[in-house]
């Protein structure tokens, strides 16, 4: 069982590139969820999921577009990367309403 | 809007002694859940313990334990007899179920960041 997975660990983008942080669990969580966080500020929501082929805006959507073609698998997209995307990246899952989010080992992006 | 607030930046506690962390929220709801999370070096979020705002007895979880006072809206997680591998980010975090326009998400704290001494 490997929980909840992130790919990749670290990435250095140039701005105006593109790219694709992969979310993959195998607990069954129905629910899914992308965080940012950032020094100071804990973490914030970006976008989440309550189901296959569901997508939702969380606290700061800007600049991110996601999606869950597969129950087990959540995308994020950055089209357009800038520096005040610098951040690391946490995904995580749950099981449904009020329940435990288990979150994924995060994603450091270096925005130059 | 829910806020969550830490307002110890930063603790210290020698090994084997007892130490506790202060969160307090802000929420109109009667429905809730509350969580602190800890950060290692590794920066992986691990859940410490959970609190459902309907229960009135505090959560326990080994050395892990909270003050939960609704009325006040006051959530302080205690640590005992800790250990080096306490070393850490604590977040506290409130959530409100779906329904009614929520999302289920997370509100963070800004943590706290303690340190366990030998």
């Known amino acids: 069982n490997a929980g909840v997975t992130q790919t990749p660990k670290f990435r250095v983008l140039k701005t105006g590139q593109s790219m694709t942080l992969l979310c993959a669990q195998d607990?069954?969580?129905?629910?899914m969820y992308w965080y940012r966080q950032d020094p100071g500020m804990g973490l914030r929501l970006i976008h989440y999921s309550v189901g296959e082929g569901t997508t939702a805006k969380g606290e700061v959507p800007d600049g991110y577009n996601v999606s869950r073609l597969k129950k087990q698998n959540f995308l994020l997209g950055l089209e357009s990367a800038a520096p005040s995307q610098t951040s690391v990246y946490f995904c995580?899952?749950?099981?449904?309403?009020?329940?435990?989010?288990?979150f994924g080992p995060g994603t450091r992006l270096l925005v130059l | 809007a829910q806020t969550v607030t830490q307002s110890q930046p930063e603790m210290s506690v020698q090994e084997a002694e007892t130490v506790t962390l202060s969160c307090t929220y802000d929420t109109s709801e009667s429905n809730y859940y509350l969580f602190w999370y800890k950060q290692p070096p590794s920066r992986q979020m691990i859940l410490v313990i959970r609190q459902e705002a309907y229960k009135q007895q505090n959560a326990t979880e080994n050395r892990f334990s909270v003050n939960f006072q609704k009325a006040a809206k006051s959530f302080s997680l205690k640590i005992s007899d800790s250990q080096l591998g306490d070393t850490a980010m604590y977040f506290c975090?409130?959530?409100?179920?779906?329904?009614?326009?929520?999302?289920?998400?997370?509100?963070f704290g800004t943590g706290t960041l303690l340190a366990v001494q030998p």
């Open positions: 975090a409130f959530m409100k179920p779906l329904g009614g326009g929520a999302t289920n998400k997370l509100i």
């Open positions: 995580a899952g749950s099981g449904g309403e009020g329940e435990t989010q288990y």
């Open positions: 607990m069954n969580h129905e629910y």
